[in-house]
T-cell receptor, first 109, second 113 residues
Framework: KNEVEQSPQNLTAQEGEFITINCSYS?????LHWLQQHPGGGIVSLFM???GKKKHGRLIATINIQEKHSSLHITASHPRDSAVYIC???????????FGKGTRLSVIA | DAGVIQSPRHEVTEMGQEVTLRCKPI?????LFWYRQTMMRGLELLIY????????DSGMPEDRFSAKMPNASFSTLKIQPSEPRDSAVYFC???????????FGPGTRLLVL
């Protein structure tokens, strides 16, 4: 079974700071997801990637398959970015997602 | 589209009672997933369906849990009898295909006293 580790567990940043959240996994994967869970509990899928980099607005997700590592970056952070960010991986086509414990981000104005 | 719809949004019950959680996936999505989220264990997949057929239920904790999908637009997750350790947020999600983005419902927050 894949072990998914996220770091840091908690992160507090000032508005405008550049933020990086890391995700490492133990076994080769077919896909990696980044999810955002708002304080109200709703979950939104941010990215799904299997190689390289994806960008959406101020969010950038990268993955290094050889190092079994992915990062989620937030540029020019804003208080509305405050949420729990969850990394999830799939080993191969039909195996279920394995989730990290999440990183709780608080952005202070 | 209204997105994935779950009901109820909150449920408080006493141990031993039967609990039924409901989910309506996004129209046209072939895959439906049930997840449970707790502080201790994070998000866990319980079961998923493809075209209304259960594919993998290895995440279902025990026989007290059962899930059905009688048609493409409706699924239920039932706990009978419920126990305090079942207290969690239960999410339903759907996707067009197995490997594609999953869209999550708002979740049902369950508290078993």
């Amino acid at each position: 079974k894949n072990e998914v580790e996220q770091s840091p567990q908690n992160l507090t940043a000032q508005e405008g700071e550049f933020i990086t959240i890391n995700c490492s996994y133990s076994v080769g994967i077919s896909a990696l997801h980044w999810l955002q869970q708002h304080p109200g509990g709703g979950i939104v899928s941010l990215f799904m990637l299997s190689s390289g980099k994806k960008k959406h607005g101020r969010l950038i997700a990268t993955i290094n398959i050889q190092e079994k590592h992915s990062s989620l970056h937030i540029t020019a952070s804003h208080p509305r970015d405050s949420a729990v960010y969850i990394c999830a991986v799939r080993n191969s086509g039909n195996t279920p997602l394995v989730f990290g414990k999440g990183t709780r981000l608080s952005v202070i104005a | 589209d209204a997105g994935v719809i779950q009901s109820p949004r909150h449920e408080v019950t006493e141990m031993g009672q039967e609990v039924t959680l409901r989910c309506k996936p996004i129209s046209g999505h072939d895959y439906l997933f049930w997840y449970r989220q707790t502080m201790m264990r994070g998000l866990e997949l319980l079961i998923y369906f493809n075209n209304n057929v259960p594919i993998d239920d290895s995440g279902m904790p025990e026989d007290r849990f059962s899930a059905k999908m009688p048609n493409a637009s409706f699924s239920t997750l039932k706990i009978q009898p419920s126990e305090p350790r079942d207290s969690a947020v239960y999410f339903c999600a759907s996707s067009l295909r197995r490997q594609e983005t999953q869209y999550f419902g708002p979740g049902t927050r369950l508290l078993v006293l």
